[in-house]
T-cell receptor
Framework: GAGVSQSPSNKVTEKGKDVELRCDPI?????LYWYRQSLGQGLEFLIY????????KSGLPSDRFSAERTGGSVSTLTIQRTQQEDSAVYLC?????????????FGEGSWLTVV | ELKVEQNPLFLSMQEGKNYTIYCNYS?????LYWYRQDPGKSLESLFV?????AVKQEGRLMASLDTKARLSTLHITAAVHDLSATYFC??????????FGTGTSLTVIP
């Protein structure tokens, strides 16, 4: 597709359940980011993938959060044993790489509600 | 850690008026980005500023960067309703993430 694609667009889950969020970046983009946006808040960095390098996981808020990227393309963000404070919009973004001045392109987001 | 502050956080302005949104950041960087977010939508890239003194304009919006002051501005000229959205600035230090401001929610009223 032409843009960053995320699924599901909306997810309501019960507290304690696991969820998986998927991101399909723009074709050819080697850099992939996950951010979290809580209601009325700014963007919180979660994790960064660049090519085949080890991901930067420094933003993951707890060990309940994990992410992987298969084949340098599609990424999955997994949240285990969800808590109500995990309710947020999870935004995926991609860019052609860490070349100077590349902006990042965002998907529409996955809206997660934990009840 | 790099801090990015925007002000104001909320802005209500009349159509036809001018206003400026400010983005301050705490450590050296010469890469500054502006994004727009409509309600329920994702972020759309508006401007990329890559040097001290850079100025970019698109329609009624003009962005500038002063790296010495660690300040970027987004100036709105003769606002129209279609500009109502949340605007974010983001700073890139060349690491593995962009640091985003808290956003400025702009409402343009007739």
């Amino acid at each position: 597709g032409a843009g960053v694609s995320q699924s599901p667009s909306n997810k309501v889950t019960e507290k304690g359940k696991d969820v998986e969020l998927r991101c399909d970046p723009i074709s050819g983009h080697t850099a992939l980011y996950w951010y979290r946006q809580s209601l009325g808040q700014g963007l919180e960095f979660l994790i960064y993938f660049q090519g085949n390098s080890a991901p930067d996981k420094s933003g993951l808020p707890s060990d309940r959060f994990s992410a992987e990227r298969t084949g340098g393309s599609v990424s999955t963000l997994t949240i285990q044993r969800t808590q109500q404070e995990d309710s947020a919009v999870y935004l995926c973004a991609s860019s052609p790489g860490r070349t100077y001045g590349n902006t990042i392109y965002f998907g529409e987001g996955s809206w997660l509600t934990v009840v | 850690e790099l801090k990015v502050e925007q002000n104001p956080l909320f802005l209500s302005m009349q159509e036809g008026k001018n206003y400026t949104i400010y983005c301050n950041y705490s450590t050296t960087s010469d890469r500054l980005y502006w994004y727009r977010q409509d309600p329920g939508k994702s972020l759309e890239s508006l401007f990329v500023l890559l040097s001290n003194g850079a100025v970019k304009q698109e329609g009624r919006l003009m962005a500038s960067l002063d790296t010495k002051a660690r300040l970027s501005t987004l100036h709105i000229t003769a606002a129209v309703h279609d500009l109502s959205a949340t605007y974010f600035c983001a700073v890139d230090r060349g690491g593995n993430q962009f640091y985003f401001g808290t956003g400025t929610s702009l409402t343009v009223i007739p």
